[in-house]
């Protein structure tokens, strides 16, 4: 029981001190505006999207304009988040027909 309640004292010191680093290195890169650009642009999520599907799932950039003006909700702003988009897109785009794949295109 002593070495549970030792081992559990170190946990919330190591959570403790990880919580002051988090808040020391905010306020370090805070005003740094490279530190937190994770945004992509609509090219670099199309040319991303492309290259890991395959060809049933590929997009175009009418494609992508259809999808963003059908999902708006999913864009609060100008990103296009890979992580973030590409498994709706999936989703839509395979809802699809090839008639209305190729209309977008």
Known sequence: MYNRVINKGKKVAIFRFLGKLNKALYATFRHSSCFFNFMTSKEKFLEEHNSLSPVNLKATIGMLNHFKREKASLFKDR?????????????WVSTLSDSQKSEMS
């Open 79 to 91: 990103d296009w988040s890979i992580e973030k988009l590409r498994r709706p897109f999936i989703l």
